[in-house]
Every structure is written in structure tokens, then in C-alpha cells.
């Protein structure tokens, strides 16, 4: 079966949610997706050309009086296969974080105390902002798609979200408060 690129199985799984236009991928991209997967706006139009080119997903146009044409994506059975084939490969590659805040703490000693003590401080606030954040989609996940199918899963993605976020809360304070 022929491989694609993450970004096209994204986009493919999303259209198995009712975001079916490049707009409304954009959007579920903004508010959740983007915690851990990062799609460029450019890249979402050129790969749903490609996924209609490939016969995965067909593409419909829709009319609104007042309103230009609106295309809808929808995936085919064929679309289907490819999304389920992916999702039960074996993981190829394990992710690897990039931090800035520890690449500049790793060569701290170059650093005043205080720059140091002012890096952590902002990336604990930082990470404070995204805790909440991360709590605020929870509670609307709960609140509007309990029901739904997805939102199992959606939940199990933020809580590993909310875990490393706390835990690197909890590092802040630490480091702050005994080693520097």
C-alpha cells in the first residue's frame, strides 16, 4: 500500500469528524491539534488536492445564496482503508521534544542567576497559560461531544497534554525553588 506523509493521515482523520472543509480543518487545527501536531495552513489545501487525486476522499461543492461555493471533503471507503492501514503500523518515530528553555538552561553558566531565575519564571507562567487552556477544551469536550465517539480519545490526547504540562510546572518549581 502506498505511504504518505503524517500530514495527510491528519487530515485524513480529521475528516472523519465533521470538519470537512480546509476551513474547519484549520480550525479544529487552532484548537486542539496544535498541542501536539503542528499543519501549516499552506499544507492543508495542496494535501487535500492530493487526497482527492489519490480517490481518497471526493469533493463536493456546496452553494449558499449570498455566500461563495464551499468545498466539503469526504472520505471514501478507499480513504478509509488507507486512515486504518496507518493508524495500525507500528510507530516509526518516537517523539523527540525541542526546548528552548533547557537548550539555554543546558548552557546556563554563560548565564547571569538572574536571567536563569527570569527563564524559568516566564516558561512557568507559559506553562501555567497552557494548563488552563488545556482544562478549558477539557471542560468542553465534556460539556458538548460526551456522547461522541471521538471524545474518548480526544480526552485520553489532552490528559497526556495536562500530565507533561503539570510535570514541567512541578520541574520549574522545583529547579527554582533548591537548585538555582
Known amino acids: 500500500m502506498k505511504r504518505y506523509n503524517d500530514t495527510t493521515y491528519a487530515i485524513l482523520g480529521i475528516l472523519t ?3 470537512k472543509s ?28 492530493l487526497i482527492v487525486q489519490e480517490e481518497l476522499a471526493e469533493v ?15 472520505l471514501t471507503s478507499k480513504g478509509i482503508e488507507v486512515l486504518k492501514n496507518w493508524l ?3 510507530i516509526e518515530h518516537f517523539p523527540i521534544e525541542r526546548n528552548e528553555v533547557l537548550l539555554k538552561l543546558f ?6 542567576q538572574e536571567k536563569q531565575v527570569f527563564l ?3 516558561y512557568k ?22 456522547n461522541d465517539e471521538d471524545s474518548k480519545y480526544w480526552l485520553l490526547t489532552l490528559d ?21
Open 160 to 180: 497526556y497534554g495536562k500530565r507533561i504540562t503539570k510535570a514541567a510546572i512541578e520541574w520549574c518549581v522545583f529547579t527554582l525553588e533548591n537548585k538555582l
Open 17 to 19: 469528524t465533521e470538519c
Open 125 to 146: 507562567k507559559e506553562l501555567d497559560r497552557r494548563y488552563q487552556t488545556y482544562i478549558t477544551i477539557e471542560q468542553a469536550i465534556i460539556n458538548q461531544n460526551y
Open 22 to 49: 480546509g476551513y474547519a480543518i484549520k480550525q479544529i487545527m487552532d484548537q486542539s491539534l496544535n498541542h501536539f501536531w503542528k499543519i501549516s495552513y499552506g499544507q492543508i489545501y495542496p494535501t487535500l488536492k
Open 60 to 74: 463536493r461543492t456546496l452553494s449558499s445564496q449570498g455566500r461563495p461555493d464551499k468545498n466539503e471533503y469526504h
Open 88 to 90: 495500525e503500523q507500528p
Open 120 to 122: 524559568l519564571q516566564t
Open 107 to 112: 548552557f546556563g553558566r554563560y548565564q547571569t
